[in-house]
């Protein structure tokens, strides 16, 4: 099969389009024909040494497919079902195993590409509204990247929950998406932008329930700076660098503030609680409250090229690769 290596730590340059033996299903595992790729930051990560990984190996955690082989003592699957998954090493192939406990049952009627989309950005999304700090009816969310993945996801589940949404974007073409998904506020940041001061306008001086900001060192003052008191900073990513260390007396400084670093490993423990998760995007979806948008897709050996795209903030969406 082809896959896509991560020859060494460094850009996208370092990965290739690469022939591999076929995996195969080891004990509790499904065997799948992978139909889409999800990319993700923390591909990005890994690949650039930010997050320590061993070199070569194939890059890759979330996508979709159908099962083509099931391992002894799993039950409930047959080859044939469409099954998603969020945390399957070597997703960027054409064939990969996956843990039987950890995926998403794909409802019939929703595409490859839509699910490819939903898991890890969708459940992280569902996690930051209802677990990090659960929006409640009448608060109001600062959401850094409202046009990207997780942030048009989580501005709509926001939106749901019944809260108000303030999104920062980067264009003009992103601040209409972002309106699209219900955002009520939406600014542009950038050099000579005074984030905190914005909020605190739109805000009527009071400051917002909770930041969400993936972006990290660009952005993390900002967002300390633009909590209410008692408000939540929930730092779920790092698209613009790692947030240095810093004194924690600032969060009692800031109003006595809320800091979490959490990740969605920590929010999907058991396949209860994942199935929880997924059937609120799923609801969504059905039901027409939520839209997974597929911005961009690349085939699977242009995954160097769909790197480069999402590092320099011209997706917008979910960024997929077709193998």
Avoid: C
Wanted: net charge negative.
């Amino acid at each position: 099969m082809h896959a896509v290596h991560a020859t060494r730590k460094g850009g996208p340059e370092v990965l290739e389009y690469v022939e591999v033996p076929d995996p195969s299903a080891g004990p509790g595992e499904l065997l799948v024909a992978v139909e889409a790729a999800g990319i993700n930051f923390i591909d990005t990560y890994r690949r650039s040494g930010m997050y320590p990984m061993d070199f070569p190996h194939i890059v890759g955690v979330e996508g979709a497919g159908v099962v083509e082989a099931v391992s002894e003592g799993v039950t409930g699957f047959t080859p044939g079902d469409r099954v998603a998954w969020h945390d399957a090493p070597g997703s960027y192939a054409e064939k990969v195993a996956v843990r039987a406990d950890m995926v998403m049952r794909v409802p019939h009627g929703v595409s490859a590409e839509a699910a490819a989309a939903i898991p890890l950005q969708g459940l992280t999304a569902q996690y930051l509204a209802t677990g990090s700090h659960r929006i409640e009816p009448g608060q109001t969310a600062l959401v850094h990247a409202a046009a990207g993945g997780v942030g048009l996801l989580l501005t709509q589940i926001i939106k749901h929950l019944g809260g108000r949404v303030i999104g920062t974007v980067g264009t003009e073409e992103k601040a209409e998406l972002a309106r699209g998904a219900g955002a009520d506020e939406v600014f542009l940041y950038g050099e000579g932008v005074d984030i905190a001061a914005k909020v605190r306008e739109l805000t009527d001086g009071a400051g917002v329930d909770v930041a969400y900001d993936g972006v990290g060192k660009d952005t993390f003052d900002a967002s300390l700076a633009s909590l209410t008191v008692r408000g939540s900073m929930v730092l779920f990513g790092a698209a613009s660098g790692a947030v240095e260390p810093f004194d924690i007396q600032r969060l009692n400084s800031a109003g006595g503030v809320f800091l979490s670093r959490p990740s969605l490993q920590w929010f999907v423990t058991d396949p209860q609680e994942l199935a929880e998760r997924s059937a609120m995007l799923f609801d969504g979806l059905e039901n027409g409250w939520l839209d997974f948008r597929v911005g961009t897709t690349f085939p699977l050996a242009e995954a160097a090229e769909a790197h480069r795209a999402l590092e320099g903030r011209k997706t917008t969406g979910k960024v997929v690769l077709i193998p």
